[in-house]
């Protein structure tokens, strides 16, 4: 029986990727004239700065300010993202979840800051047991660092967990440290190729959590 349930937040919870691919474009077009494709890009969500950084290196060159363009990027961002909006179905299965007492974790390579302004902001923030970021570990995705220092928080085995993605880097760090893994990509991962996931959803409006259990092998 699964006892509890991990949340990626970027992407996932709140489609904070779309917006930042646009603002990065962007940025990356105004300072270098250099169109910022889209599954280059999509390759760096969900782990650390440092492998976006080397994309710019491999579109641009050596010489380009990473830092310059991430600042220039945030400005944009801010100003796209005005209003928040969780994404379909999210709400419902933390509603869910509670109502079967299900222990409700988030790993997100994000700094934990970024992450709790949002919960808040969002008013779910009371939904989750334990809440680790890039802060509370040493390796970010996909490395499984993040996942397996939740599930040792939450006091959960990984068969008996399930962790919802939206990319490739956290779909890897899922899976090693293995634990059953669903896909809810956004706008810029929906074309990914995932491999290796257990379940695939649209969005969380699809079907219900509970529905997503069962089909995974175990009943609520």
Sequence with gaps: MFRGIIFDFDGLIVDTETVWYEAFKEALFNSHSVELGLPGYANCIGTGNEVLYKHFREVVGNTVDCEQIENDALLIYTNKMQEPVLREGVKEYLEEAKSHNLIIGLASSSSKQWVTTYLEQLGIIQYFDVINTRDDVNKVKPHPELYVKTLKDCELLPTETIAFEDSLNGLTAAKKAGI??????????????????????????????????????RIV
């Design 180 to 217: 059953r893994c669903v896909i809810v990509p956004n706008d810029v991962t929906s074309n990914l190729p995932f491999n290796n996931h257990d379940y695939h959803l649209n969005s969380m409006k699809q079907e219900s959590l509970e529905e997503v259990m069962k089909k995974l092998g």
